[in-house]
């Protein structure tokens, strides 16, 4: 019987980013040594970093800020290019990682809508089909067509993941943004997310929320220091980061 290829399989990834290594103590050394460039260093946000996800599996990505779990989910939408390694993707990707959902600030909701969807690859016909269920969704009537831009943080949430979770890509990355929701659209952004999870979605989903990770997830990825440190069951992810959180207090 042939083996069933991942729909995420990443094989020795890693990124490097760079930070500014030297501190000037005063506004005087900063004048006296604001014509040259101070040397960067590197460091890895992650390395050697292996997985294989199968469809349908709900995987939670666990650790402290800074690990690199937004990087990853931007690796595997294809936003990021790693210096190591890869990650290879059998599927199209639905990215809500960022709180713009990749929106253009100038553009109306409206136009913000039909431009996201087709790029997603639907048709303007099925964008006029689900406009509607969309904009109710979100909750934004009066202002779907005012610029992007002027809208809330949480109006903002409630566009995003409303087109997002309306597209019919495989693959789901969630990064922590509902936590900027109000607590009854958040309930109707996981009921949506237990709909699309029982349609046999993929999901990548980034939290702090223990409760969360435990609701949806059935496996874990535990990040810390540049390291992949745990792939086990998310009840186990979970007590393996509480206990080195705890641990470090």
């Known amino acids: 019987m042939a083996s069933v290829k991942p729909v995420i399989e990443a094989k020795n990834l890693g990124i490097q980013f760079k930070r500014n290594r030297r501190h000037r103590r005063s506004f005087k050394d900063l004048l006296a040594d604001g014509s040259r460039r101070a040397k960067p260093d590197e460091f890895w946000a992650f390395r050697d970093v292996n997985f294989s996800i199968a469809e349908g599996e709900a995987i939670g990505v666990v650790g402290r800020?800074?690990?690199?779990?937004?990087?990853?989910?931007?690796?595997?939408?294809?936003?990021?290019?790693?210096?190591?390694?890869?990650?290879?993707?059998?599927?199209?990707?639905?990215?809500?990682?960022?709180?713009?959902?990749?929106?253009?600030?100038?553009?109306?909701?409206?136009?913000?809508?039909?431009?996201?969807?087709?790029?997603?690859?639907?048709?303007?016909?099925?964008?006029?089909?689900?406009?509607?269920?969309?904009i109710d969704f979100a909750e934004i009537g009066d202002f779907v067509d005012t610029p992007y831009k002027h809208l809330s943080s949480g109006m903002r949430v409630r566009v995003a993941f409303a087109v997002i979770s309306r597209l019919e890509e495989p693959i789901l990355l969630v990064d922590e943004v509902l936590a900027v929701g109000d607590r009854q659209f958040k309930e109707k952004c996981y009921r949506r997310i237990d709909e699309m999870l029982e349609s046999g979605r993929t999901m990548f989903f980034v939290s702090h929320s223990e409760n969360d990770l435990l609701r949806f997830c059935d496996r874990g990825l535990y990040l810390d220091k540049g390291k992949l440190l745990l792939d086990a069951p998310i009840q186990e992810v979970v007590n393996r980061y509480n206990s080195d959180y705890k641990s470090t207090v």
Request: without cysteine.
């Open 65 to 134: 800020n800074g690990q690199g779990k937004s990087t990853l989910l931007k690796l595997v939408a294809d936003v990021m290019m790693p210096d190591e390694g890869k990650v290879e993707v059998n599927g199209g990707v639905a990215p809500l990682i960022e709180i713009t959902g990749g929106f253009v600030d100038d553009l109306s909701v409206r136009e913000n809508v039909y431009l996201t969807a087709g790029l997603h690859g639907m048709s303007n016909d099925e964008i006029a089909d689900r406009f509607d269920e969309i």
